[in-house]
């Protein structure tokens, strides 16, 4: 089972300013990485799939990056709606398997 | 646009069983893999199990929390897939939500998603 790990549980940004997350696998899952954001009271919305394809209507200032094991997810600008939990998932290994999440807060 | 509808969550004591559906719309109901991911309060996402579409063999796979206690089936003419849960444990208490698989990730990845239905396991 593939074990995925989000680094930090929680970061502080200033609107406007760069906000970068991080996710690690186990062990390889290629490219088959998604992220995901979740606000409170509300299902999750895919941001990103294939490591770094956005979804439909996600915004140009979400992007991914990584392969392999090392997975970032980067928001260029964060907008005060961008403030919410996000998870990475993997899907390239059985069984698919999310990481614990990383709560962006304003700082 | 894409619309996932799930029902059903409810009160149950442990050991006591539980149907969930999900109804779908907005698009081709019996091509799409569909999805059940459950959260815990104030916990991260789990995947649960799939149920592949009908022309894919509609085969399903579970997660080892839940293997021969959960189940899940569809009905395309209803477009509404079922999740039954069986010798519910306190820790299968959690938001249920039902989604849909992405194409693009082998259906592996999830672009739909409902609003989620609590279950609720206690005595």
């Known amino acids: 089972e593939t074990v995925m790990t989000q680094s930090p549980a929680t970061v502080s940004v200033s609107p406007g300013e760069r906000g970068t997350l991080s996710c690690r696998a186990s062990?390889?899952?290629?490219?088959?990485l998604a992220w995901y954001q979740q606000k409170p009271g509300q299902a999750p919305r895919l941001l990103i799939y294939?490591?770094?394809t956005r979804a439909t209507g996600i915004p140009a200032r979400f992007s991914g990056s990584g392969s392999g094991t090392e997975f970032t997810l980067t928001i260029s600008s964060l907008q005060s709606e961008d403030f919410a939990v996000y998870y990475c998932q993997q899907y390239n290994n059985w069984p698919p398997a999310f990481g614990q999440g990383t709560k962006v807060e304003i700082k | 646009e894409v619309q996932l509808v799930e029902s059903g969550g409810d009160l149950v004591k442990p050991g006591g069983s539980l149907r969930l559906s999900c109804a779908g719309s907005g698009f081709i109901f019996s091509n799409a893999w569909i999805i059940w991911v459950r959260q815990a309060p104030g916990k991260g996402l789990e995947w649960v199990g799939r149920?592949?579409?009908?022309?894919?063999?509609?085969?399903?796979d579970y997660a080892a929390p839940v293997k021969g206690r959960f189940a899940i089936s569809r009905d395309d003419s209803k477009n509404t897939v079922y999740l039954q849960m069986n010798s519910l444990k306190i820790e299968d208490t959690a938001v249920y939500y039902c989604?849909?698989?992405?194409?693009?990730?082998?259906?592996?990845?999830?672009?739909?998603w409902g609003q989620g239905t609590l279950v609720t396991v206690s005595s």
């Open positions: 062990q390889s899952v290629s490219s088959n």
């Open positions: 294939g490591a770094s």
């Open positions: 149920i592949k579409s009908r022309p894919d063999g509609e085969t399903t």
């Open positions: 989604a849909t698989g992405l194409y693009q990730c082998g259906g592996d990845c999830y672009s739909g």
